[in-house]
Each structure stands twice: as structure tokens, then as C-alpha cells.
Nanobody, 126 residues
Framework: QVRLAESGGGLVQAGGSLRLSCVASGPIDINHDWLTGWFRRAPGKEREFVAMIKWSTGGTYYHASGKGRFTASRDNAKNTVYLQMNGLEPEDTAVYYC?????????????????WGQGTQVTVSS
């Protein structure tokens, strides 16, 4: 089973930036439509989709809340995907998760992903 581990969270002031990392372990074959989804869960809210990146092509897709501010990228040699977050706002405060999945499925839904890590806390102060 493919497993991912997140890191890079922290405390940042509004307007600041963070880069989250997500290291994959297990049988990932980039030629078989593996992708990584980024989700977040704010206090008292459901886990919500943030972004997606495909391992094979680097193609990305973003939730409207992150467009223009968040950028997903990957380094296949390191089995690592990243989420660069700029212009952070207090509303971005949440635990951020990455998860692996194999297309095709609804990438915005939690149910389609295969496993979940512990997440990494992002706190944005005003």
C-alpha cells in the first residue's frame, strides 16, 4: 500500500508563505495514473479538497480557495510532492493532509484516496 507522510507546517503571519512536503513510500508506479491530493481540515469542519497533482504528467487542479496562491509540484526522483502556499490567510489555518490515489475517481472527494497520514498543522495568525 502506498503511504504518504506530510511535513512543513508551522505558524506564520497573514501574508506569509509555507511549503509543505509529502514523501511517498510503497509501490508507486508513475505510469499508472497515481496522483496525490492535498486536503485540509479546519477546527470544527470537514476535511476539504485543496489541490491535486498527477505523478506522471505533473498536471494539477486546485480548489477555488487556493487558485493563484497555492502551487503543487513534484519531484519523482525523491517520491515527494510539495504544496507551496503563498499569501496565507487566517482562514487557511488547518491540519493539511496528502493522500495517494489512482485515477480515475472524483479527486475532490475523500473517499477515493487510499491512505491518510497524520497531517501537518498550519496556523496563520492575523
Amino acid at each position: 500500500q502506498v503511504r504518504l507522510a506530510e511535513s512543513g507546517g508551522g505558524l506564520v503571519q497573514a501574508g506569509g508563505s509555507l511549503r509543505l512536503s509529502c514523501v511517498a513510500s510503497g509501490p508507486i508506479d508513475i505510469n499508472h495514473d497515481w496522483l496525490t491530493g492535498w486536503f485540509r481540515r479546519a477546527p470544527g469542519k470537514e476535511r476539504e479538497f485543496v489541490a491535486m497533482i498527477k505523478w506522471s504528467t505533473g498536471g494539477t487542479y486546485y480548489h477555488a480557495s487556493g487558485k493563484g496562491r497555492f502551487t503543487a509540484s513534484r519531484d519523482n526522483a525523491k517520491n515527494t510532492v510539495y504544496l507551496q502556499m503563498n499569501g496565507l490567510e487566517p482562514e487557511d489555518t488547518a491540519v493539511y493532509y496528502c493522500a495517494p490515489g489512482r485515477a480515475p475517481f472524483d479527486i475532490t472527494q475523500v473517499a477515493g484516496y487510499e491512505s491518510w497520514g497524520q497531517g501537518t498543522q498550519v496556523t496563520v495568525s492575523s
